[in-house]
């Protein structure tokens, strides 16, 4: 499942996978928090969170204490995740309606929102919903009002396109989902805060440099003190 | 002695004119009043405007009614499910118009049509091209936008439990849209597994009282078998 | 219980007493109509609703299906209505939280409510909270939402104030709950629906000539048709 | 693991500052904290603008709060009660501002505070004196004024049940205004008659997500004796 990479960085490393990404997320959430997992890499994030820290998954749906999937002889036909996969519900979790479960989003209820996106740039402009500006069957789903509502918006990707391309940009180059926003990311190859100075990295790949996570980056980097 | 239970899909569609805009309840198929769209179909209705989280799914549903060129226009947060088919040929045909919202400020339009707000303003969309051509204003510092309440000529929404007065309970996150469109429109019809004699429903747990249902049928289909 | 007339009225007729003006509004209210009862007169309405005609009352304190007093041995003590006099709740209604109590009433999804008031003037203007604009501690509490939102208002009240003056004004002199709303009203001296000509008189109290009625009255009358 | 349940009210008043804005819940008396009323004044915040449906009874409760001057101001619908001697004292006495606002406003606009919506509109109170100074705009043809959201500091309110992850239920019609001031403040603090274990409440039945709600205190008064 390593993602692809331009060759002079995968010689020289050994690229986290997505489970690893998810891992790392899963990892920094305290106990208590109320978050809301996107689809793809976010959604792994719940499998990892260790057993004795309780973490609160809202889902945008209508779902607030989420569970892992259903054995399958056990699944409830009315309960489903945001990417509509069959999901159970906690003890002490609850059912809202859509109004009121995006007043949880906007309202800025979630302690955090961790996302999968196709671009985030160094000022923390978040790119997640398209892929061009004249797509013509845009999906934007909740991605908008999580992006704006939560308190934090992490942000779980690889780290370049599968042509090769930094998906850390000086700036978005595809349409956004909100501007200013990510604070932090965690890729295959890089854990990076988002300051106001921009990107600074907090943990690499094993094997990697800073240099060589440069190479592969359009935003430039630095380095946590 | 009032009874809001109707008989036949028939009758619960009754009345429902070319043009009118349809609030249809449900995220993916969960919770999707299946009988009443196939009820719609049957009725004739057309240039419909739809409002639905999603355009449809395969070749049923929603999907028959782009199938049928019923309708004009959908208004929907995420076109793109497993299979929309049906929506993707009807548009790219030019056959239906598309228009894409975030889901958040879907839910609260309507939630404001029903709660008698015009209009309210909200963080969602601020600095994205779907803000476009939207007014902005600042409040505390952080800019906003102007978004007005989206009301219905009808909703169709799916419940758990009904009983004759027309109070509705869901079953876990299948309640969704449904509330808030049963809200947002004039004319509310339900489709209901159960139908319980009043005084039956907990009055603590009742996520839309009556007041905001005009007709109810029963359809005790068992199980939704697709998401 | 009849109320202070001015003398001349008083002798040529028998003024309805508060619980005959409140059996009127109920016996012109239709089944299946969801209506709200303000304090005073209009409380005694859902007394006087046929056994056989069901109409949903609502209390803005988030009681949707509220019924009459309990027996002294059989108060919730948790379950009271607007006036906070204990009520019970019929079968088939429900409990809701005070901003869905007033999205049912602002959002029109009232078909009636019944207030009582101070003045009513003959373009529909209610005044029903404040005697003075200089009231130092003016009480609004529902009014003015009721006023505004729900789809027809009934107005319940005395002809007259205690020392004779009309309620039935010109224009109302008293700070306005909501303009251009009421619809219809019941007094101990007549019935009157409010049109775009000003009131028209539907019913007067037994023996009571239009003339005496107009002595009593500041806005002028007309008859129905 | 989460707990959210304090064992004392002076744990659950903790760190309430002068100058806070405090939403106290209830309708009359019927769900008022009052045990958190009284840990209030045992605290000694004080400058504090409170805003509840009404303005305290004889002596107990909110009147505790005028008689002891922590109140600078009040915010609400209905100032008038049975007996508002406390407030009626503190008030001409010039030691407390009082602000009148509709009932149905005064909720919107704290619904509002709690989903993120900072500003509506509404047609409450058009054309009347309490609309005066205020922004009108209008919508379809009809007239509405703008009204902010209302954002509390803290918020005291009353609940039936909870759990240790501060899930609330409310009893009856002492539900009012004590879901929508959970959402609209900073720190929430509940007191509930029954603390019963995480998963017994109904899951399609929690009014106030422990979400809305920072701590709760076990109170088990019994029966209101006053509305």
Redesign the interface.
Known sequence: MNVNVSANVLTACRPWSRVDIAAHAARDIP??Y?VNLGIGIPVLVADHIPADR?V?I????????MGPAPAPDKI?????NAG???VT?V?????????D??????????DLCVLGAFQVAENGDLANWATS?SD??????????LA??AKAIWVLMEHTTKSGESRLKHRCTY?????GVVKRVYTNLAVLDVTDDGFVVREMAPGLTLEALQDVTEARLRIAN | MINKIVKTAAEAMAGIRDGSVVLLGGFGSIGLPYALVDGLLEQGAKDLTVVANNAGIGRIGLARLFDANRVRKIICSYPRTADPIAFLEAYRAGRVELEVMPQGTMAERMRAAGAGIPAFYTPTSVGTKLAEGKEEREFGGRKYVLEEALYGDVALVEAWEADRWGNLTYRSSARNFNPVMAMAAKLTVAQAQHIVELGALDPEQVPTPGIFVDRVLHVPYGEPTVT
Request: contains cysteine.
């Open positions: 106990e208590g109320y309780e609160i809202h889902s945008e749906n209508g779902v607030l204490g409830n036909r009315w309960l489903i509509k996969q069959y519900l003890p002490g979790g609850c059912y809202m309606h859509h109004a479960s995006f007043a949880v989003i906007r309202g800025g209820h979630l500006a013509s069957t845009p999906a934007v789903g909740g991605a908008m009002d704006a509502g349409p956004l989902t909100a501007p």
